[in-house]
């Protein structure tokens, strides 16, 4: 078992180990725009990232400490203006809700560093019906071909 990960949890997921780095040690390696997305809970403008088109196979990871988040056999064109995928990797993404906009939505993050990805729509494909519309700039895309990056933080 990865150094990364504590173990197994009883429904078979894995239960990844949460960085204790304080946000603001981000900034050294983040771009403004990730670092306000991310640990700001900023949005980025709808339309804005190439990430909305990206089509090849591959995984989306987190930008800030590259923990593996979506498979690309679970992104979807929303016609949002932002990537969206109708479910997470198993484990590595938490929830809470956010009143920012008076209604309450679902906010789900990164597991492991914290970072504000998006928000949970329930008008999603099946088989979830969800849909995880998040901000381009807080995740890296590698494709299949290549070799996942190496967990940083």
Known sequence: MSDETEG?????????RKLDKPHKEWKSVLSEGQYDVLFNEAT???????????????????????LPLFESNAKFDS???????????AGHVETKRDFKLI????????????????????????PTGKRYCNNGI????????????????
């Open 44 to 66: 980025e403008r709808a339309g804005s990232s190439p990430l909305d088109n990206e089509k090849r196979a591959g995984t989306f990871v987190c930008a800030a400490c590259y």
């Open 79 to 89: 016609g949002t203006g932002w990537p969206s995928f109708h479910q997470p990797m």
């Open 138 to 153: 807080a995740l890296r895309f590698v494709q299949a071909s290549e070799k996942l990056p190496d967990l940083r933080g």
């Open 103 to 126: 209604w309450p939505r679902t906010e789900y993050h990164c597991a492991r560093c914290g970072g504000h990805q998006g928000h949970i729509f329930n008008d999603g494909p099946q």
């Open 8 to 16: 197994t949890l009883r429904n078979g997921q894995v239960a990844v």
